[in-house]
């Protein structure tokens, strides 16, 4: 198992990417704290692990709450008595804004979910994972975070998608994950961030539900598909192990070749 005794904490661990790697982590052996803004799908997956054998604690919080991420890192100590791993998967894109939202209110929304509270939970657990002698943290950032909406795909807010919020937050992402990666190596503490293609989730639900968008944006895919949750989870599983021992500061790119193109 490569993760065998491991405590890891998974934000956004309720659904999608977040799901899916607390899943495939507490089969490679880590207890997992499945942390959800919503209380019922992180009790739903914690359940599911602990059907499988595995060991899962469920917290619910919000990461833009200073209060909640330290509550969220509080629980791994509190259930396991350390933790090692943090993956950052809580996210939205402008697309979960409230329908007719003022502009601003969306930019500070997402930006406040993706970078806010990447870097909020990270405060808190870095503190512990140096005090278990170390260990990694994922962040998720997306091929966003590399490049610009491509022309023609209508993501958000039609002529507005210019100052669509969300790859300057997944931009920023990557940014926080070197500097984090150089300042916490003397820690034993790895940093990497995932940079995932177009993933068929909850989060690219009502992008992908548009029959036009999803031809569109598969097709910019060579590989010939958009990834899966399970994708990403294998990508976090190996940057959070040994396996990666010699990352730090990376961007890991799955993407389905789309920004080879």
Same mark, same amino acid.
């Given at each position: 198992?490569?993760?065998?005794?491991?405590?890891?904490?998974?934000?956004?661990?309720?659904?999608?990417?977040?799901?899916?790697?607390?899943?495939?982590?507490?089969?490679?052996?880590?207890? !997992?704290?499945?942390?959800?803004?919503?209380?019922?799908?992180?009790?739903?997956?914690?359940?599911?692990?602990?059907?499988?054998?595995?060991?899962?604690?469920?917290?619910?919080?919000?990461?833009?709450?200073?209060?909640?991420?330290?509550?969220?890192?509080?629980?791994?100590?509190?259930?396991?008595?350390?933790?090692?791993?943090? !993956?950052?998967?809580?996210?939205?894109?402008?697309?979960?804004? @409230?329908?007719?939202?003022?502009?601003?209110?969306?930019?500070?929304?997402?930006?406040?979910?993706?970078?806010?509270?990447?870097?909020?939970?990270?405060?808190?657990?870095?503190?512990?994972?140096?005090?278990?002698?170390?260990?990694?943290?994922?962040?998720?950032?997306?091929?966003?975070?590399?490049?610009?909406?491509?022309?023609?795909?209508?993501?958000?807010?039609?002529?507005?998608?210019?100052?669509?919020?969300?790859?300057?937050?997944?931009?920023?992402?990557?940014?926080?994950?070197?500097?984090?990666?150089?300042?916490?190596?003397?820690?034993?503490?790895?940093?990497?961030?995932?940079?995932?293609?177009?993933?068929?989730? @909850?989060?690219?639900?009502?992008?992908?539900?548009?029959?036009?968008?999803?031809?569109?944006?598969?097709?910019?895919?060579?590989?010939?598909?958009?990834?899966?949750?399970?994708?990403?989870?294998?990508?976090?599983?190996?940057?959070?192990?040994?396996?990666?021992?010699?990352?730090?500061?990376?961007?890991?790119?799955?993407?389905?070749?789309?920004?080879?193109?």
């Amino acid at each position: 198992m490569r993760l065998k005794d491991r405590v890891a904490l998974i934000t956004g661990g309720g659904s999608g990417i977040g799901r899916a790697t607390a899943l495939l982590f507490a089969r490679e052996g880590a207890k !997992v704290v499945v942390a959800d803004l919503a209380a019922k799908n992180a009790k739903a997956v914690a359940k599911e692990v602990r059907a499988a054998g595995g060991a899962a604690t469920p917290v619910a919080g919000d990461v833009t709450s200073p209060k909640d991420a330290e509550a969220m890192v509080k629980a791994a100590v509190s259930a396991y008595g350390r933790l090692q791993v943090l !993956v950052n998967s809580a996210g939205i894109s402008a697309r979960q804004a @409230p329908p007719g939202a003022p502009h601003e209110v969306v930019w500070d929304k997402v930006i406040g979910v993706n970078l806010k509270g990447t870097y909020l939970v990270s405060w808190y657990a870095v503190t512990e994972i140096a005090k278990a002698g170390g260990g990694a943290i994922v962040n998720l950032g997306s091929i966003m975070s590399l490049v610009a909406y491509p022309l023609g795909v209508q993501v958000w807010g039609g002529a507005m998608t210019g100052f669509n919020p969300y790859n300057p937050s997944k931009g920023a992402v990557l940014q926080l994950t070197r500097n984090m990666a150089v300042h916490f190596a003397k820690q034993n503490i790895r940093v990497n961030c995932i940079c995932p293609g177009f993933v068929v989730s @909850p989060l690219t639900e009502k992008l992908l539900n548009d029959p036009e968008a999803n031809k569109a944006l598969t097709e910019k895919h060579p590989i010939g598909r958009l990834g899966t949750p399970e994708d990403i989870a294998n990508a976090a599983l190996f940057l959070a192990s040994d396996e990666s021992a010699f990352m730090t500061g990376a961007p890991l790119i799955v993407d389905g070749g789309y920004t080879a193109v």
